[in-house]
């Protein structure tokens, strides 16, 4: 993929913690911690907007009891399911 180059301003501080994670090997420069934390705030944006949508459906058109029931009985079989 193409990518381009821009010029960031930190905080000082920021910079810092930035370094650090890169001093411990947890990411491997400042550019791919940059990259990784607008990947990470597009997904967070993205999975907000997913929730909102499916809410604003459901205040629309709400459930039924029996959709209700049966989506509470697959929960808790989903639960039960789970090797805790």
């Not at 193409?2 to 905080?11: G, Y």
């Not at 459930?63 to 209700?68: C, R």
């Amino acid at each position: 993929m193409p990518t381009v180059q821009i010029a960031v301003r930190l905080p000082t501080e920021l910079l810092k913690a930035v370094d650090r994670l890169v001093a411990e090997g947890l990411v491997e420069s400042r550019a791919n911690a940059v990259r990784q934390g607008l990947e990470v705030l597009i997904d967070t944006v993205e999975r907000a907007r997913i929730d909102q949508t499916l809410l604003d459906g459901y205040r629309r058109v709400p459930p039924t009891s029996d959709e209700g029931t049966a989506a509470l009985l697959a929960l808790r079989a989903a639960i039960t399911e789970e090797p805790w």
